[in-house]
């Protein structure tokens, strides 16, 4: 299982033109407010969602008016809104029983008020849809009451609206090597919807077009890899309005299901990114990274969507291995840092809940503690790091550009600009660098993004020559909206 979705045109809102569209970067709205410090001007495109990965729909609204709005966010990937198995797990939400907006998440009036208040901050929702398939195969009670049994759902769906692949003596997927058993038998013994038909595709639909009716801007579509492509776009065809699709593909290679197949639907999360990004980042490979956007089998650059992790990866499932997360530390920062400087897909900052096992489920506390408007202590919000949502800005201030003035310092630093709008340098290496390089940026007096502008300023010189030390493990990013003053 994985995660989330996007956007439909409106208020404001970073948002596809189409629902289908593939071009979304350059459609954005520039409504909304900047989260600038510096300096004022043209309001820049919101190029940046978050996952608020198991957050309440009230403080998913409050996190929108008081922080995520004024920094520049584009949308927030939420969990899945419908109702599941109970249980403490956080996979349990990934098991639905019906699609009754009632969840670990709050209430469908919460839900409402949740997306109504996003959107008058210029923040977009995504709703993270599993509709690959329902709950475990057995009987039991959803937490909204609705109760289940083998192949039957109150929404309604019987056993004739299910996958019965006969394969394997229990109907689950034992050969990745197989695309017709990977999409027809089950997931862990997940009821598996068949998707290719009509009647289920319409019922889908009808859950969909109730989220988009409430609002949502959009959908990420779980586990998109288990269902045909033609299936999702069935599913698709029938919303009535325009939705901001990505679709949930894990292709690294190997398989017989291809990530590009899924393009025509929209967007895909390119699962190979955050792979390229760990080994690079651990084992001191920067200067490879400006190939990046050119890797043998990486989706277009305006057709994908990336990440450092997600649920799934920083739990090292999804086929993960080892991974980059929030316990990374500064490693991690900096990774994010690269994602947000480098024009290739559209970015994606988790944001998460501190966790020891692989299965457990969020805290009972607010992920912003009431009192002190800061993050409590079992959550992390890795969105609101200086270092993360500086470079939120500098993605919105650069949007368009392409890279230009790369340079690999050594393999484990790397300098490069978004033409006279933005300039990063990143040192993971176990010393200081001093370099005097060009940026290709307007003289003047420059803050660190990267450090939410605090502490020194840096001098672009009259030639575009930017000089400074770079301690280990570090980074300087500026752009046109840290121009302190100008020469």
């Not at 033609?230 to 901001?244: E, F, P, Q």
């Given at each position: 299982m994985a995660n989330p979705t996007m956007t439909r045109t409106a208020s404001g809102v970073c948002a596809t033109a189409a629902a289908l569209s593939l071009g979304f970067l350059a459609s954005c709205d520039k409504a909304g407010p900047t989260g600038n410090a510096i300096a004022k001007g043209p309001e820049p495109s919101r190029t940046v969602f978050v996952q608020l990965f198991e957050w309440k729909w009230p403080d998913v609204a409050r996190e929108c008016e008081e922080f995520l709005g004024p920094a520049g966010y584009a949308a927030v990937q939420v969990s899945p809104p419908n109702e599941h198995v109970p249980g403490p797990e956080w996979w349990t939400r990934y098991q639905p029983v019906s699609y009754q907006l009632q969840s670990r998440g709050g209430t469908r009036e919460q839900f409402a008020d949740m997306v109504r208040r996003c959107r008058n901050a210029g923040v977009g929702i995504y709703a993270d849809a599993v509709i690959n398939h329902m709950s475990y195969v057995g009987i039991g009670t959803g937490v909204a009451g609705s109760?289940?049994?083998?192949?039957?759902?109150?929404?309604?769906?019987?056993?004739?609206?299910?996958?019965?692949?006969?394969?394997?003596?229990?109907?689950?997927?034992?050969?990745?090597?197989?695309?017709?058993?990977?999409?027809?038998?089950?997931?862990?013994?997940?009821?598996?919807?068949?998707?290719?038909?009509?009647?289920?595709?319409?019922?889908?639909?009808?859950?969909?077009?109730?989220?988009?009716?409430?609002?949502?801007?959009?959908?990420?579509?779980?586990?998109?890899?288990?269902?045909?492509?033609?299936?999702?776009?069935?599913?698709?065809?029938?919303?009535?309005?325009?939705?901001?699709?990505?679709?949930?593909?894990?292709?690294?290679?190997?398989?017989?299901?291809?990530?590009?197949?899924?393009l025509k639907n929209g967007l895909v999360s390119e699962f190979k990114y955050p792979l390229v990004l760990l080994d690079a980042f651990t084992a001191g490979k920067l200067d490879g990274l400006n190939e990046l956007s050119s890797r043998p089998g990486f989706l277009p650059p305006d057709a994908a969507v990336v990440f450092v992790d997600n649920h799934d990866i920083q739990r090292g499932h999804a086929g993960a291995g080892d991974v980059l997360n929030y316990k990374s530390g500064k490693i991690y920062e900096l990774a994010n840092v690269f994602m947000l400087a480098w024009p290739y897909g559209y970015p994606m900052v988790m944001s998460s809940y501190r966790f020891d096992?692989?299965?457990?489920?969020?805290?009972?506390?607010?992920?912003?503690?009431?009192?002190?408007?800061?993050?409590?202590?079992?959550?992390?919000?890795?969105?609101?790091?200086?270092s993360i949502a500086g470079m939120v800005r500098f993605r919105n201030a650069t949007d368009g550009l392409a890279v230009s003035n790369w340079q690999a310092l050594s393999s484990t630093a790397i300098a490069f600009g978004r033409g006279d709008r933005g300039f990063v340098i990143i040192n993971i290496g176990a010393e200081p660098i001093n370099p005097a390089i060009q940026s290709g940026m307007l003289p003047g007096e420059y803050c660190n993004a990267v450090t939410g502008c605090e502490g020194p300023r840096l001098e672009v010189r009259a030639d575009g020559t930017l000089s400074t030390t770079l301690p280990p493990m570090s980074a300087v990013a500026i752009h046109s909206g840290t121009r302190t003053n100008r020469k």
């Open positions: 109760g289940f049994a083998e192949y039957e759902y109150p929404v309604p769906y019987t056993y004739g609206d299910f996958h019965h692949c006969g394969r394997n003596g229990d109907d689950t997927i034992q050969n990745y090597q197989d695309l017709w058993e990977v999409q027809n038998c089950e997931l862990v013994k997940l009821a598996d919807l068949d998707t290719g038909k009509a009647a289920v595709q319409t019922k889908i639909a009808d859950y969909l077009n109730d989220l988009l009716d409430l609002g949502v801007a959009g959908f990420r579509i779980d586990a998109a890899k288990h269902m045909a492509v033609d299936d999702v776009a069935g599913i698709l065809n029938r919303l009535k309005t325009k939705a901001h699709v990505y679709q949930e593909v894990i292709d690294r290679g190997g398989e017989p299901i291809n990530a590009h197949d899924y096992g692989g299965d457990q489920g969020p805290p009972d506390s607010r992920p912003i503690d009431n009192n002190s408007g800061s993050c409590g202590e079992a959550w992390v919000c890795e969105h609101r790091l200086p």
